[in-house]
């Protein structure tokens, strides 16, 4: 779509941190993993989404586990909705769920989500997503990587008229939320690129001490 399209008029979005993993593969809770500088990955999401003035409402989509780690009534967590995410059997489908429920009740147009483990995802990258749906709040707007043009389901933009759908979907066995997308019209999607790097995400604990050892090597630069 052109940068010249005029954005429509009383757009709202909320947006919903996506931290309801069991984080298994990492041995601890992804959410309270920390940045070099000390802040938690939590943290540095939900600071992210609140640099996003267009965002109405935050929540954070946690299994019972995680809302128990985090919830230390710290000035992070301050306005900030948790999400009880009581059917991680189900995946990623139901956080995306929880979040859309959210937005329907804060009266907003669609969510803008991102998992927790994404700690190079900015919020500019975030301002792209959000400026491609409020040209067009109807339809779907999903991050794709740079140099794979792969769709990122979780870090993207669903429309609240998506609900019902995904309510249905999350019944069934198949709730693969690539799956859902693949089902929709090219008409009914905008996607975002945004840089391979931004995208990294982290499932396990190898992986995230070569991410902290690359940190740390830029700031002594």
């Not at 267009?54 to 967590?77: F, H, K, M, P, W």
């Not at 019902?164 to 090219?186: K, N």
Request: charged share 20%; hydrophobic share 40%.
């Amino acid at each position: 779509m052109s940068s010249d399209v005029t954005l429509v008029t009383g757009v709202t979005l909320a947006g919903c941190v996506l931290a309801g993993g069991r984080s298994t593969r990492m041995g601890q809770c992804k959410a309270t993993l920390q940045l070099p500088n000390g802040e938690t990955f939590l943290q540095h999401a939900i600071n992210r989404f609140r640099q996003c003035e267009q965002l109405s409402r935050i929540a954070v989509s946690v299994s019972a586990d995680t809302e128990r780690r985090v919830d230390d009534g710290t000035a992070s967590l301050n306005n900030i909705t948790m999400l009880p995410d009581d059917c991680v059997d189900l995946g990623p489908i139901s956080g995306i769920i929880s979040g859309l429920q959210f937005a329907v009740v804060a009266q907003a147009h669609g969510c803008l989500f991102a998992p927790v483990d994404v700690p190079d995802l900015t919020a500019d990258d975030c301002a792209g997503l959000i400026a491609t749906f409020q040209r067009d709040p109807h339809r779907f707007v999903i991050a794709t990587s740079t140099d794979q043009e792969q769709l990122e389901p979780l870090i993207a933009i669903y429309p609240v008229a998506a609900l019902p759908a995904l309510e249905m979907r999350a019944t069934t066995q198949q709730r693969s939320l690539v799956g859902y997308l693949a089902q929709q019209s090219s008409e009914a999607i905008h996607t975002v690129r945004i840089d391979n790097s931004n995208l990294q995400n982290f499932n396990d604990a190898s992986q995230l001490v070569r991410w902290r050892d690359k940190q740390t090597e830029t700031e002594r630069a």
